[in-house]
Structures are given as C-alpha cells and as structure tokens.
C-alpha cells in the first residue's frame, strides 16, 4: 500500500476518534451545565484537544451543539419515519419509537438528558429541520390512529407530540434519577408505558 495513503487513513481514522470524544464530552458538559454553562475551551479539555483543533470544525459553540443536537434527533426522526412506513399500528411505531430511546440510554446514557435540556433552554436555537421533521411525523401518527381507530379524533398533533415523543422520555428520566424503583422487567414497563400513551389518546 502507497505509505502516503497508509498516512492518510491513519489520520483520518484519529480524527474520527477525536471528533467522537469531542461530541461525547459536548453533551456530559451541557447535562452537566447547560447551554449556557458549557465553553469551547471547556469542551477541547475534557476531550484532549486544542481550541484550534474545534475551530477547525465549527466556527463556534453553538455550531458545534447545534450539529451533535441536529445529528441525534434526526436520527430518532428518520426511524420514526420508517417505521411509519413499515408499520400498520400506532401502537407497533410507539412500540419502536420506545425501544429506540431505552437503546439509545443505554449507549449512551447521557444522550436523551443532553437533548431533553436543549429543547427547553431558551438560549438554544432549535433547528428548523427538527421542527419541521416533529411536524410532518406527529401529523402522520395522528392520521394512522385515526384509521386505525387507535386516536380519537378530536386529538390534535399537539397531542401526539406530548404523548408519544415526551412520556417516554419523561418516563426514562425519572427511571434515571430513581424517583421511584421498579421491580418488573423491562419488557413489563415498556408494555406499560405503550398502554399508558395510547390510553390517553382515546
């Protein structure tokens, strides 16, 4: 293999690995201090770069939230959006939307709390394609449990959206700061919590 190609690999390899700490040391920071708490400076300590090296990539701060904030909603929003495709029931996409949050905690077990914080800090600029994305998906679950029978319909999309995107994740906050300890199974408590949302939209 051609030594200059070699390097090239090797290098970008090292980027990537320095970017992933950089996004995961991003959103501990902002869990930790919020939007407002957290610094440039700050971040390329805790994830063993140079401020330089993060200007490189964005030209400031909220570049740099607002491209980790974007990234990880969109990939909720997309699998949202095909297992509307896939799907027959609002109850089966809920199923899926559940599983993809407990999944994602434990990943990553500060990612929801990270997103969670952003959308309720005034300070943040919320993606307009994150807004339209909540749109477009909230009135196509709305339109599938109407058909299906599943949502009344007097619901409105403000009603999918405190239901099937805020519970759950509620409900994984609480669990997180054991304000109450639960002793059946997970599966037990996703079936719960399905029942819970669906319940309510009746």
């Known amino acids: 293999m051609n030594i200059h190609l070699l390097i090239n690999i090797i ?16 959103k501990i920071l902002i869990v930790e201090r919020g939007y407002h708490g ?9 994830a063993s770069v140079s401020d330089g090296y993060l200007y490189r990539h964005y030209k400031n701060k909220s570049a740099l939230v607002s491209d980790i904030f974007e990234k990880q909603l969109a990939q909720l929003h997309d699998y949202i959006f095909e297992l509307l495709q896939r799907e027959k029931s609002v109850k089966a996409v809920l199923e899926g939307i559940i599983k993809f949050n407990f999944s994602l905690v434990k990943k990553e077990p500060y990612a929801i709390k990270f997103a969670h914080m952003l959308v309720y800090d005034h300070e943040f600029e919320y993606p307009k394609s994150r807004h339209d994305a909540i749109k477009k ?3 196509d679950i709305l339109n599938l449990g109407k058909k299906t029978g599943e949502i009344s319909l007097n619901a409105r999309e403000i009603d999918i959206q405190l239901t099937i995107l805020t519970i ?7 669990s997180d700061k054991k304000y109450y300890e639960s002793k059946i199974s997970e599966k037990e408590e996703m079936g719960r919590l399905i ?5 309510s939209l009746k």
Not at 11 to 26: A, F, N, P, Y
Not at 168 to 174: D, G
């Open 137 to 139: 998906l909230t009135k």
């Open 195 to 199: 029942g819970m949302c669906i319940n």
């Open 11 to 26: 290098m970008r390899v090292i980027d990537t690995e320095k970017i992933e700490r950089v996004k995961k040391e991003t």
């Open 168 to 174: 759950p994740v509620k409900f994984i906050e609480y």
């Open 38 to 46: 957290a610094s440039i400076t700050e971040i390329a300590k805790r």
